[in-house]
């Protein structure tokens, strides 16, 4: 069993930062590689970043704004966003890749992963 649990959004004005948590359980001590996805409100589901190991994969939108890093002693995934915009609105969701990946350029498709946290809500005000 894996459960996901997100926190560390909240209301930001325009070019200021949030940094995002998931804490990771798993009951085999897994280690997963885990995606942080976003959901704007009448939009689609869409990739942010992801961390395997030491490898790590971004989204356009967020390339050089945005850090995803891992703790392993804490069981925990970071995301750290820098230079908010207004277009960063959106729950926030991070995800345990399925265990039937299909390779490296499926990072950001979200139907990889298996296990999903509950979202947190990040507001960028302009």
């Known amino acids: 069993e894996v459960q996901l649990v997100e926190s560390g959004g909240g209301l930001v004005q325009a070019g200021g930062s949030l940094r995002l948590s998931c804490v990771v359980s798993?009951?085999?001590?897994?280690?997963?590689?885990i995606g942080w996805f976003r959901r704007a409100p009448g939009k689609e589901r869409e990739g942010v970043a992801c961390i395997d190991n030491d490898y790590t994969v971004y989204a356009d939108s967020v390339k050089g704004r945005f850090t995803i890093s891992s703790d392993n002693a804490k069981n925990t995934v970071y995301l750290q966003m820098d230079n908010l915009v207004p277009e960063d609105t959106a729950v926030y969701y991070c995800?345990?890749?399925?265990?039937?990946?299909?390779?490296?350029?499926?990072?950001?498709?979200?139907?990889?992963?298996?296990?999903w946290g509950q979202g947190t809500q990040v507001t960028v005000s302009s």
């Open positions: 995800a345990g890749l399925g265990p039937y990946f299909a390779g490296a350029d499926h990072y950001l498709d979200d139907y990889e992963y298996d296990y």
């Open positions: 798993t009951t085999n001590n897994e280690d997963l590689a």
